[in-house]
C-alpha cells in the first residue's frame, strides 16, 4: 500500500538545523508531487512547499523562502527537508505528504509526521 | 495568499444525528479544494477533494459540496468515529492554504 515514513523526532537549538526524511513506497515515487506541511502544538496547517521528485524542481511558501531546501534520492524513494537558522516557533510536527500527478491536486497520503522541538 | 475560514469553530452532535461544516475562501478557488479528518495524534486523513468528490474507502455519509468561495461538509449519521477536527484547504493557488479547522465533538 502507498505509504510514506517519516524520520524520528528531533531536538534542536535555535540557530541550528533539521534535516527530516520522508521514504515513500507503494507506488511510482517519481510521478508524484510531495508536499511539507508542518502544524505547531495545538494549531492549524502550514504548507511550507513541495518537490517533483521526477525533475528535482521545488517551490517554497515565501515564508520559508530562505530558509527551507528540498531535495530526493530516487535510488531510495526518499525526499528531504531541511529547515535552516530555527527559532523556537519552529517548533511543530512536519508532515510530508503525497499530492497529485498535477500540482493542483490534494494531498493523499500523510506520513505520520516528525516533531522537531527547538529549545535552547 | 487566500486565506480559509471555517465556522463553527466547534459543533457539539449527538451520536446519530447530522452535521453540517462551513468553509469559506478569500477569493475564488474554483473547487480545488478538499476536506481532511484529523484525530488526536495522527496525521490528517483526506476525505473529500475537487469540493465533491470522497476519496478512497470514506464511507458515503461524508459530503461535500460548493464552489468558488462557500463550501459545506455535511457528515450524516454521525458515528463515534467521526467526532474528530475537520480542515479545508485549497489547492487552486500557492500557497496551499488550510482552514484553522471545525472540532466536531459530542453533545
Known amino acids: 500500500q502507498v505509504q510514506l515514513v517519516q524520520s524520528g523526532a528531533e531536538v534542536k537549538k535555535p540557530g541550528a538545523s533539521v534535516k527530516v526524511s520522508c521514504k515513500a513506497s507503494g507506488y511510482r515515487f517519481t510521478d508524484y508531487y510531495i508536499h511539507w506541511v508542518r502544524q505547531a502544538p495545538g494549531q492549524g496547517f502550514e504548507w511550507m512547499g513541495w518537490?517533483?521528485?521526477?525533475?528535482?524542481?521545488?517551490k517554497f511558501a515565501q515564508n520559508f523562502q530562505d530558509r527551507v531546501t528540498m531535495t530526493r534520492d530516487t535510488s531510495t524513494n526518499t525526499v528531504y527537508m531541511e529547515l535552516s537558522r530555527l527559532r523556537s516557533d519552529d517548533t511543530a510536527v512536519y508532515f510530508c505528504?503525497?499530492?497529485?500527478?498535477?500540482?493542483?491536486?490534494?494531498?493523499?497520503?500523510w506520513g505520520r509526521g516528525t516533531t522537531v522541538t527547538v529549545s535552547s | 495568499e487566500i486565506v480559509m475560514t471555517q465556522s463553527p469553530a466547534t459543533l457539539s452532535v449527538s451520536p446519530g444525528e447530522s452535521a453540517t461544516l462551513s468553509c469559506r475562501a478569500s477569493q475564488s478557488v474554483i473547487s480545488t479544494l478538499a476536506w481532511y479528518q484529523q484525530k488526536p495524534g495522527q496525521s490528517p486523513r483526506l476525505l473529500i477533494y475537487?469540493?465533491?468528490t470522497r476519496a478512497t474507502g470514506v464511507p458515503a455519509r461524508f459530503s461535500g459540496n460548493g464552489a468558488g468561495t462557500e463550501f459545506t461538509l455535511t457528515i450524516t449519521s454521525l458515528q463515534s468515529e467521526d467526532f474528530a477536527l475537520y480542515y479545508c484547504q485549497q489547492y487552486n493557488i500557492l500557497p496551499f492554504t488550510f482552514g484553522p479547522g471545525t472540532k466536531v465533538d459530542i453533545k
Open positions: 518537490m517533483h521528485p521526477n525533475s528535482g524542481g521545488t
Open positions: 475537487d469540493a465533491s
Open positions: 505528504a503525497r499530492g497529485g500527478r498535477r500540482v493542483s491536486a490534494p494531498e493523499d497520503v
